[in-house]
């Protein structure tokens, strides 16, 4: 028996990497905990912004976590205390997914990487 497999041709996805400078980051509390808004712009010839929501999260294997020390460039410091705003400005490279839906494209940060 045939194994199917029907494939909408009005949304797909894929990802890219882009090289990204963080431009600004916000805390906002929400009803289910703090969740961070971090704003990228990409260093290609397009400069698109890129927007991604996270959850504030201090555990050493959260997203939050990751993403902070792919800014740093470096083991967070001995007191572990790191004040964001200070990222601003800093490079990283940014895992992209492009999802295409009736001819728009939505763009998601879904990883961050040093910029070696």
């Not at 996805?13 to 971090?38: D, M, N, Q, S």
């Not at 290609?44 to 890129?50: Q, S």
């Amino acid at each position: 028996m045939p194994i199917l497999l029907t494939v909408r041709n009005d949304e797909f996805a894929f990802t890219r990497e882009y090289r990204v400078e963080l431009t600004a980051i916000e805390l906002h509390p929400t009803k289910h905990g703090k969740l961070l808004k971090w704003v990228f712009r990409t260093l290609d010839t397009e400069k698109r912004t890129l927007v991604a929501h996270i959850h504030y999260s201090t555990s050493p294997a959260s997203k939050c976590v990751n993403w902070v020390l792919a800014l740093l460039d470096r083991p967070l410091p001995t007191t572990g205390t790191v004040d964001l705003e200070q990222l601003v400005g800093k490079t990283a490279i940014a895992l992209v997914e492009i999802r295409r839906r009736n001819n728009t494209d939505y763009y998601r940060v879904v990883a961050l990487e040093p910029d070696y």
